[in-house]
């Protein structure tokens, strides 16, 4: 079975652009979940889909917003890229909401270059 | 509000058994996981255990879970140089989705 894959891998972009970051979860997994890491605030937590709804949101500003398909995949996107933007945006999947048993699987992460 | 700390270096010799630690403060965790991330890669799923176990054991892994200090640990036995990676713990909270809060991570350094 396929892992969850995200497109790019990496991307260098402006200040003041915009930048979409796409997500495929893992075949039969409807909640896609997205990640922000970098060096000094660690990993945080940005959104979460459920059957294209979302149904949580971290403490990021408007710029952060994201959608899910009906085929679970799921893209973010972030308007008007700050130098601090720079991270790596991590995909979860997972095969339905937490509390039965079923963790989150990570892809690789899209490296956001902002200069 | 939830917090989870973590040790940030741990040096171990191969063949010795690693042990990471982690403390968390929400008392109403459901899951606590591990995770490894290696270097230019995402996260990879090491093992989880659910709240009200006490241990959990899988292949060379061993989790401990002390709820009522707000403990886990991580043993690795027989660490070999590919266990060499930084790994996070993270709980998720009740009516919390698929949010989790991730500790700061523990770089393992095993050396020959």
């Known amino acids: 079975k396929a892992g969850v894959t995200q497109t790019p891998r990496y991307l260098i972009k402006t200040r003041g652009q915009q930048v979409t970051l796409s997500c495929s979860p893992i075949s039969g997994h409807r909640s896609v979940s997205w990640y922000q890491q970098t060096p000094g605030q660690g990993l945080q937590f940005l959104f979460e889909?459920?059957?294209?709804?979302?149904?949580n949101k971290g403490n990021f500003p408007g710029r952060f917003s994201g959608r899910q398909f009906s085929n679970s995949r799921s893209e973010m996107n972030v308007s008007t890229l700050e130098l601090g933007d720079s991270a790596l945006y991590l995909c979860?999947?997972?095969?339905?909401?937490?509390?039965?048993?079923?963790?989150?699987?990570f892809g690789n992460g899209t490296r956001l270059t902002v200069t | 509000g939830e917090d989870v700390e973590q040790s940030l270096f741990l040096s171990v010799r191969e063949g010795d058994s690693s042990v990471i630690n982690c403390t968390y403060t929400?008392?109403?965790?459901?899951?606590l996981y591990w995770y490894k991330q290696e270097p230019g890669a995402g996260l990879q799923l090491l093992t989880y255990?659910?709240?009200?176990?006490d241990m959990k054991q899988d292949q060379r892994l061993t989790v401990l879970l002390n709820k009522k200090d707000k403990h886990l640990s991580l043993r690795i036995a027989d660490t070999q140089t590919g266990d060499s990676a930084i790994y996070f713990c993270?709980?998720?909270?009740?009516?919390?989705?698929?949010?989790?809060?991730f500790g700061t991570g523990t770089q393992l350094k095993v050396e020959l």
């Open positions: 889909y459920f059957s294209e709804t979302q149904r």
């Open positions: 979860a999947s997972s095969l339905a909401g937490q509390g039965l048993g079923s963790p989150l699987h």
């Open positions: 255990i659910f709240s009200n176990m």
């Open positions: 929400d008392s109403s965790s459901t899951y």
């Open positions: 993270a709980e998720s909270i009740t009516g919390g989705g698929n949010k989790l809060t």
